[in-house]
């Protein structure tokens, strides 16, 4: 199956979702469509993490995607849930503002309140638009991906390094490139390629042609 879409937004909770979940697939659309990843929370308000937004933008900038096209906002980490009416509306206005032609949010797998909220309102929000959910692995519980890309190795080399960018983090056992690696191999194994990124289908539009 070939994949169509000139404008594709990446939505995530808290810096180093969207790397986590989508690197790889980022790292190879970077020269095919007009990438723009947003990011909720810029988890400032807690001083041990007073590094992550210049680690954020390192970190994207590593896969290729500009400053102008990353999108930080300061909703406040662990409320979401409280600012669900906010967040609907500020989807709404990102829709009309980017009109997407595809949307990756969190897997409806995840646990965490962050994650599943920005799921719920960005499928109320982004109506008519296929939206895929990504895995973010510290969070999530019996995710089974069902849309599987194919990556390359420089792909996922540069997920990698992405994800190194982000010192803050460097203890997590996530972030292990081990880790990252083995789950781009399974995905890989699933359809019959070296290696794929998993993703949850939440919405698919489109035609047959």
């Known amino acids: 199956?070939?994949?169509?879409?000139?404008?594709?937004?990446?939505?995530?909770?808290?810096?180093?979702?969207?790397?986590?979940?989508?690197?790889a697939l980022i790292a190879s659309l970077k020269d095919k469509a007009k990438i723009t990843c947003v990011t909720l929370s810029d988890n400032q308000k807690n001083p041990s993490l007073n590094n992550l937004v210049n680690e954020h933008h390192a970190s994207m900038n590593?896969?290729?995607?500009?400053?102008?096209?990353?999108?930080?906002?300061?909703?406040?980490?662990?409320?979401?849930?409280?600012?669900?009416?906010?967040?609907?509306?500020?989807?709404i206005k990102l829709n009309k503002s980017?009109?997407?032609?595809?949307?990756f949010v969190h897997?409806?797998?995840?646990?965490?309140?962050?994650?599943n909220t920005v799921t719920e309102e960005a499928?109320?929000?982004?109506?008519?638009?296929?939206v895929l959910g990504f895995d973010v692995i510290r969070s999530s519980y019996g995710f089974f991906?069902?849309?599987?890309?194919?990556?390359?190795?420089?792909?996922?080399?540069?997920?990698?390094?992405?994800?190194?960018?982000?010192?803050?983090?460097?203890?997590?056992?996530?972030f292990n490139p081990?880790?990252?690696?083995?789950?781009?191999?399974?995905n890989g194994a699933l359809c019959e390629k070296q290696y794929a990124e998993g993703f949850e289908t939440l919405r698919i539009t489109g035609t047959f042609q």
Do not use: W
């Not at 980017?98 to 949307?103: E, R």
């Not at 897997?107 to 994650?115: E, G, I, P, V």
């Not at 081990?178 to 399974?186: M, N």
């Open 98 to 103: 980017l009109n997407p032609d595809v949307v």
């Open 62 to 91: 590593m896969l290729g995607v500009p400053d102008g096209n990353v999108i930080l906002e300061a909703f406040e980490t662990r409320c979401f849930p409280a600012q669900r009416q906010d967040i609907l509306e500020y989807f």
């Open 1 to 23: 199956m070939n994949f169509y879409g000139n404008k594709i937004c990446f939505i995530g909770a808290h810096p180093d979702d969207i790397e986590l979940g989508c690197g």
């Open 145 to 174: 991906p069902n849309i599987l890309v194919q990556v390359t190795e420089e792909d996922v080399k540069q997920k990698i390094a992405a994800l190194a960018k982000y010192t803050t983090y460097a203890d997590k056992y996530y």
């Open 107 to 115: 897997t409806r797998a995840d646990l965490h309140q962050d994650h």
């Open 178 to 186: 081990e880790v990252t690696c083995a789950t781009l191999i399974r």
């Open 123 to 130: 499928l109320r929000a982004f109506r008519g638009i296929s």
